[in-house]
């Protein structure tokens, strides 16, 4: 099959994607404001059922690196893409993320030197603390990220880079070609096991990845599933069932079902400004408000604000940081645009 050329399912639109990243980022959201604690102690107990609940919201993480590895390549593919647009492919990613990412982090720092002020205590800009972050290199550097999710950006955009250089080999019509390259990727997190680097987390992109094939009909149904499947069976080495039951359900949420209301697409269109700002927004709320609770209920309830307001922000984030970055990258034309 010619790889530029695409199939009926390669035009259609997949808004269960929506959904999944909203989920995925509110899962995440829960997690950390129900898990809060500061120099004053935990909100809620370590023990309690809300915190071993919400610890559960982490494994969101692993949903957004099925979809990632769904949909880059699938954009790749609509877009035509060859090997000679690895630079405009990555300039614009680049551009895509990066932007509202540079723009949070400012956020943080502003906020930082706003209570270090108000409390008498010192604060400087670290620049080149910032400049690893701006190449998502902190987990090799001596510092550390201003907000620890931003870990899984970093390995987002190895993905990028990496799919840029394998895009034409799992795609290959010589099919050997393509099973090597699946194959290689699947066991690249046996050969090197270190959480600083995507492949630690191949299987679950991969995942994705062997979906966009079976779903654009660049490789065989019956062997795309069994790859699926051998992938989650290799996947119980490293990582927790939890982790593994996450990444399936994305899997087959995508391939089955067509999920497409008003509220869940505004929620996935908006899920990366809520990644990129609840800590800002909701996780600070907490902070000014929890020495004002102090029962289970008015707890409860400042983890419904949280929401409201993390949300609310994200909302207002995204049109006027993350849309515009957007309409930018989108201008980074790659072949067949």
């Known amino acids: 099959m010619n790889n530029t050329a695409l199939t009926n399912k390669e035009k259609g639109y997949f808004p269960t994607v929506n959904l999944l990243r909203g989920i995925a980022t509110l899962l995440v959201c829960f997690c950390h404001f ?11 107990p370590a023990d309690s059922a809300i915190v071993k609940l919400g610890l559960a919201g982490f494994y969101g993480v692993f949903m957004f690196f099925v979809i990632s590895g769904f949909v880059i390549p699938f954009s790749m593919a609509r877009s035509g893409y060859k090997i000679k647009d690895i630079h405009r492919f990555l300039l614009r990613r680049f551009v ?26 010192s604060f400087s800009v670290q620049p080149v603390r910032i400049l690893y972050h701006i190449l998502f290199t902190i987990p090799f550097s001596g ?35 393509q099973y090597v390259t699946i194959v290689l990727f699947g066991a690249s997190g046996f050969l090197l096991d270190d959480i600083r680097y995507l492949f630690g987390f191949s299987l679950f992109f991969l995942q994705g990845m062997l979906l966009f094939l079976i779903m654009t009909k660049r490789i065989n149904l019956a062997l795309g599933w069994i790859f699926l499947i051998v992938c989650t069976a290799l996947n119980h080495y490293h990582h927790a069932n939890a982790e593994i039951a996450f990444s399936i359900g994305a899997v087959l949420s995508i391939a089955f ?12 269109e908006i899920s990366y400004s809520l990644y990129l700002t609840h800590g800002l927004v909701g996780m600070n709320l907490i902070y000014l408000l929890a020495r004002y609770v102090h029962n289970d209920v008015l707890k409860y309830l400042l983890i419904v604000s949280a929401f409201v307001v993390s949300v609310a922000f994200a909302y207002v984030f995204a049109k006027y940081v993350e849309d515009p970055s957007a309409r930018l990258s989108k201008k980074v034309k790659v072949h067949g645009e």
Do not use: C
Not at 257 to 268: A, D, E, M, V, Y
């Open 34 to 44: 129900t898990s809060y604690n500061d120099f004053r102690g935990d909100l809620f």
């Open 96 to 121: 895509r993320i990066e932007i509202p990412y540079v723009v949070s982090i400012l956020l943080m720092i502003l906020i930082e030197s706003v209570f270090a002020l108000k409390n008498g205590d």
């Open 143 to 177: 510092y550390s990220w201003y907000n620890p999710i931003f870990w899984t950006l970093a390995i987002e955009f190895q993905f990028y880079v990496l799919i840029a250089l394998i895009y034409p080999l799992i795609t290959h019509r010589i099919k050997i070609i």
């Open 257 to 268: 079902l067509n999920i497409n209301t008003k509220i869940t697409n505004s929620i996935g």
